[in-house]
């Protein structure tokens, strides 16, 4: 939230400096970010009037301007077409600078010398100030040789503060003003600015508009006197409605809000529209209440009715797009059209053009959290769904209606005197907070009460009791209803303590000394494995717990799939951000992707140790949580190199996945399997054996070409993923002494099945070898060596050799001692369907 230093100053008097009032504001969580001055760099520019326009001898398209300028006529030239004789302008003299830090120089023009120029607000630095292009024409009160730093906010100070979900209060100038008198005693509190100059005079509306008639039952409507024809109504039958005003402007003129409106709109981040469309966002920003203007020419009926949307209707918005809706919506309409998306957005048809005359001005309270879920389900934030998302003080609709059509008045000459219809349903009621001296001494190690109440009244609370209990003296404070935060004897505590400030608090020693803390062994077995994965060149990635609901699609899950039906979130932050996620893959998927779009074109390897949410029916709550490990290796997409090409394969990385797992002890086998996203023929199971009893901890796999195609990667991508939960207690490491005695080795040559694995065929050797051997096995270890398939070798088979060592405890081998052995499991080897060579 941006802060107009120059706008503060109509609210409250402070008598402080901007670095000064923000160190406070920062220190009591209300954090600024920084501190800018955008025109900081203009220096020398003045007004001056022009006296005389004529045109260049030379150039047709200049013209020559004698400006007064309160030290002496000067000549400007221009190709500015905007100008008349009698404008006030600003006015750089050669010498001085502009917003950009350009210093400016006499310059001529075909014979004409030109001393400085005359100034655009683009060259003052809001390009948006312009009304048409050329030069930025003056109110014509300004004085001539006055600073330009000096006028209609030039030379603000802007803070921009990050603003708590919670303080919805504070996104607003009279906010931050209420919350500054707080944390400034000695401040004052500003009239507001309309008040010493509404005006007395209320007309009957002559427009043809209903009645009110709220159609939720216990709904008291603030009716003022009837309209002259009874025609339609404003209804409020959705409970989200808490209150619905309508303000009416008639002879209204479009045109440009004043010079000093449209620099303050522009250094607050608006962009300046027309004197009416100004008007309510002014009012939003000063007060905090959205509002929004219709041309009644323009409604589909006199009537207006906030209802719960219908499932598929549709609005198109004021940005000109097509929005769906369903029931959680509340919809603004007028003859059963829909004319507005309550607190996010007004719609295309009834919005100000430059010939509106009649205005109905709305100013309303929608449910936060309504508006919040409308906002995120279709991705459409507004400066006004900001603020209802966050709660809006529900008192405050009625006076912004009276703020802006002040406003309107005074900027395009509007009558405005007209009762104003309302129709409010059940409105929440600030409650009474006690607070005791017991908890206030336990939390803040400060217990008095009497400062206590001081401190919570300049804040805006109202003490509305006092008395005495058994823990002592207790206080009872109504918040205002601008703060609904404002709930617990813990949020009056939180606000003494943010006043009085963290660093004052007394320094106390624990009555017992800590004990040596145990950080656990998720956190353990997590730090050993970031050492392991680093040190094989990895980078550690930390992304969302949540995730699209769509991210079940780009993985091409089965809905049978556990990881296809995530839990989602009852208040999500953005539709990208709906679910949390059931597997670490996406959102490194997602980190490549975006590295690659924005010109990474190197290799990539990233892991994350991150938690995984799973539905669960027979887990408490319906889910469980589980740590997890993955990873991505992506080879680049320029493999140019001087050197030998070595790039990452499956085998590569499934050493990687080794690695990690010989840092807890365990070995793993990895199983021929299959991932919904994974290559066929490249996607393992990693199963580890505890015991007696082998785990499936997780998979390895190369991403489909599929879905490598549907992302745009060029290069084949291999991720990982394992649970870590079975790996926290390391497997120890059991010493065995070595033999003094040789070993005997011996080779095994075969032909075995392609649908056989590796690791399937080294357990049938040892389990052969071990059957050949009796109660004393002697083999020590099989290591593969050789395979070869192609030329000579029958389809469906391959040809393996494996290097076989026997080694005795107690003795040295014998030839006829192995031999023995070894044939025996050969023939063992030949039963079982083998074919030896």
Same mark, same amino acid.
């Given at each position: ?169 504070? %996104?607003?100038?009279? @906010? ?5 008198? &707080? !944390?400034?005693? $000695?401040?004052?509190?500003? /009239?507001? =600015? ?41 209804? %409020?039958?959705?409970? @989200? ?5 309508? &303000? !009416?402007?008639? $002879?209204?003129?479009?045109? /440009?809000? =004043? ?52 499932? &598929? ?525």
């Amino acid at each position: 939230m941006i802060i107009s230093w120059h706008l503060l100053k109509n609210f409250i008097k402070l008598d402080v400096t901007p670095e000064e009032a923000a160190e406070r504001l920062s220190l009591s969580g209300a954090e600024v970010e920084y501190i800018s001055r955008p025109e900081a760099k203009i220096k020398g520019v003045t007004v001056a009037r022009v006296d005389s326009l004529k045109k260049h001898h030379a150039k047709e398209h200049l013209l020559v301007a004698e400006l007064n300028t309160c030290k002496g006529e000067v000549v400007c030239v221009t190709a500015a077409k905007n100008l008349k004789p009698g404008d006030m302008v600003f006015y750089g003299a050669p010498g001085s600078t502009l917003a950009d830090g350009k210093e400016l120089s006499a310059r001529s023009f075909d014979g004409v010398e030109s001393a400085g120029m005359m100034l655009s607000a683009a060259e003052m630095g809001l390009p948006d100030v312009d009304i048409v292009e050329g030069i930025l024409t003056l109110p014509k009160d300004a004085l001539v040789g006055s600073d330009a730093t000096t006028l209609y906010g030039f030379g603000d100070t802007l803070l921009d503060v990050s603003i708590t979900p919670n303080r919805g209060d504070l %996104l607003s100038v009279l @906010g931050m003003a209420r919350e500054l008198h &707080g !944390l400034f005693p $000695d401040s004052e509190l500003l /009239p507001m =600015p309309w008040e010493a100059e509404t005006t007395e005079e209320t007309i009957e509306q002559p427009i043809e508009f209903g009645s009110i008639s709220p159609l939720r039952n216990g709904a008291r409507p603030r009716l003022a006197a009837e309209w002259p024809i009874e025609f339609g109504s404003i209804s %409020l039958p959705d409970p @989200g409605c808490i209150n619905y005003n309508l &303000g !009416l402007a008639t $002879d209204v003129t479009i045109a /440009p809000s =004043p010079v000093d409106v449209r620099v303050a709109l522009s250094h607050l981040g608006m962009r300046p529209i027309s004197n009416i469309v100004d008007a309510t966002n002014y009012v939003m920003l000063t007060l905090g209440q959205p509002l929004h203007a219709f041309d009644l020419n323009t409604l589909p009926a006199p009537e207006v009715t906030v209802r719960a949307a219908f499932d &598929g209707e549709k609005i198109l918005t004021l940005d000109g797009k097509e929005r769906v809706l369903t029931p959680a919506d509340m919809l603004i309409t007028s003859g059963g059209v829909g004319i507005g998306l309550a607190g996010v957005m007004g719609g295309s048809q009834t919005g100000i053009a430059d010939d509106t005359k009649i205005v109905l001005l709305e100013g309303a309270n929608f449910s936060a959290r309504r508006v919040g879920h409308t906002s995120r389900r279709l991705g459409l934030t507004s400066e006004a769904s900001f603020r209802y998302a966050r709660g809006v003080d529900p008192t405050l609709a009625e006076t912004g209606v009276d703020y802006a059509l002040y406003l309107m008045r005074v900027w395009s000459g509007a009558k405005v005197g007209y009762r104003k219809k309302s129709a409010v349903n059940a409105a929440p009621e600030p409650k009474p907070v006690s607070l005791t001296k017991k908890k206030l001494d336990t939390i803040l190690l400060w217990s008095d009460m009497d400062e206590s109440a001081k401190i919570l009244e300049g804040f805006g609370l109202k003490r509305v009791s006092q008395s005495v209990s058994q823990d002592g003296p207790v206080m009872s404070f109504t918040p205002p209803t601008w703060r609904p935060d404002i709930t617990i004897e813990e949020d009056l505590i939180e606000e003494i303590g943010r006043f009085r400030g963290y660093n004052d608090a007394p320094d106390i020693l624990p009555g017992v000394l800590p004990r040596r803390a145990d950080i656990g062994a998720e956190t353990v077995l997590a730090g050993a494995l970031r050492g392991v994965a680093i040190a094989r060149g990895y980078v550690e990635a930390i992304t969302y717990s949540f995730l699209p609901e769509r991210f079940t699609d780009a993985l091409h899950l089965p809905h049978d799939d556990i990881r296809a039906n995530p839990l989602t979130l009852a208040n999500p932050i953005s539709q990208d951000w709906m679910a949390m996620r059931t597997t670490l893959i996406p959102g490194l998927l997602a980190g490549l992707k975006e590295s690659l779009s924005s010109g990474w074109r190197e290799p990539v390897r990233i892991f994350e140790v991150g938690r995984i949410f799973l539905r669960d029916p027979h887990a408490k709550n319906g889910h469980r949580e589980e740590d997890a490990m993955a990873g991505l290796v992506f080879g680049g997409i320029d493999p140019r190199t001087p050197w030998k090409e070595t790039r990452d394969d499956f085998l590569s990385v499934k050493g990687d996945v080794e690695a990690f797992l010989a840092s807890r002890g365990q070995a793993a086998d990895f199983v021929s399997g299959t991932q919904p996203f994974g290559h066929t023929g490249q996607t393992a199971d990693i199963v580890v054996s505890f015991g007696e009893e082998k785990k499936k901890l997780g998979f390895l796999a190369r991403l489909s070409p599929a879905i490598e195609r549907e992302m745009d990667f060029t290069e084949p991508v291999y991720v990982f993923e394992i649970f870590l939960a079975p790996l926290e207690t390391p497997k120890k490491p059991v010493y065995s002494p070595a033999s003094q005695f040789p070993a005997a080795f011996r080779d095994i040559s075969m032909l075995a099945p392609l649908s056989r694995t590796n690791d399937e065929v080294i357990a049938d050797i040892r389990a052969a070898v071990n059957k050949s051997s009796g109660a004393k096995s002697l083999l020590e270890s099989v290591r593969l060596f050789d395979v070869y398939s192609g030329k000579g070798i029958p389809e469906g088979l391959r040809s393996l050799a494996f290097a076989v060592t026997y080694r005795a405890k107690e003795k040295t081998l014998q030839d006829e001692d192995v031999d023995g052995i070894h044939n025996a499991a050969r023939d063992t080897l030949t039963q079982k369907g083998y074919s030896m060579r």
